[in-house]
């Protein structure tokens, strides 16, 4: 069973640039979540995706938007990059089982605006 | 709108002290409660899932009850060691109909722990 992963790990954008960020979520998982963590902070959610549409979403502005493939797989997009957007981002997976829901994360991608 | 908050900020303990981390959430309604480890720059580990209607969970060292009316939880770690220093986080689902896989996490904002030798 492979886990979450999340690509690139690392990235450097200049303010304004638009960036997308990927998820491969864990084998047999439907749900996918977004996260936001600012350092010495708790993640943040930005959306969630269930079988390949949006059915949740915290207090982010459009310019943060997503897509969920059929293979469950996602992406993060993020344009017109501020300064404020430098974070670790976090996918999530999940699927609603005998365990009840549990998430597991990917490794995240930390992402540098200048 | 639920707000959970983390007791102690950070934590700092010789090894082989039995030690407690603390969760408040301010609406019950949850539908489950999960603790994370989170190492520097790293994703997050999942450690426990309480579902709303159990009292605890326990995993090896690690023991985390709930107690859902007074909105609390607690990580009990056991004979600490080095390995375990790291941010320990944690997270409440709320409520979803019929236990369908959805509902956001909200997260506390950590504790930050040292064991050191």
């Known amino acids: 069973e492979t886990g979450v992963t999340q690509s690139p790990t690392h990235l450097i954008k200049t303010r304004g640039q638009q960036v997308t960020l990927r998820c491969s979520s864990q084998s047999g998982h439907n749900t996918v979540s977004w996260y936001q963590q600012a350092l010495g902070q708790g993640p943040q959610f930005i959306f969630q995706?269930?079988?390949?549409?949006?059915?949740g979403r915290g207090n982010f502005p459009p310019r943060f938007s997503g897509l969920q493939f059929p293979n469950y797989s996602s992406e993060l997009n993020v344009n017109a990059l501020e300064l404020d957007d430098s974070a670790l981002y976090l996918c999530?997976?999940?699927?609603?089982?005998?365990?009840?829901?549990?998430?597991?994360f990917g490794q995240g991608t930390r992402l540098t605006v200048v | 709108k639920q707000e959970v908050t983390q007791i102690p900020a950070a934590l700092s303990v010789p090894e082989g002290e039995n030690l407690v981390l603390n969760c408040s959430f301010t609406?019950?309604?949850?539908?489950?409660l999960q603790w994370f480890r989170q190492d520097p720059g790293k994703g997050l580990t999942s450690l426990l899932l309480i579902q709303s209607s159990q009292r605890e969970q326990t995993s090896g060292r690690l023991n985390a009850s709930l107690d859902k009316s007074s909105g609390r939880s607690t990580l009990y770690i056991a004979a600490s060691q080095p390995g375990d220093s790291a941010t320990y986080l944690c997270?409440?689902?709320?409520?979803?109909?019929?236990?369908?896989?959805?509902?956001?996490?909200?997260f506390g904002q950590g504790t930050i722990l040292t064991v050191h030798p």
């Open positions: 609406d019950s309604a949850i539908y489950n």
């Open positions: 995706y269930y079988r390949e549409e949006e059915n």
């Open positions: 997270a409440v689902r709320l409520g979803g109909a019929g236990g369908t896989s959805y509902g956001k996490l909200t």
């Open positions: 999530a997976s999940s699927t609603n089982s005998g365990r009840g829901t549990e998430a597991f």
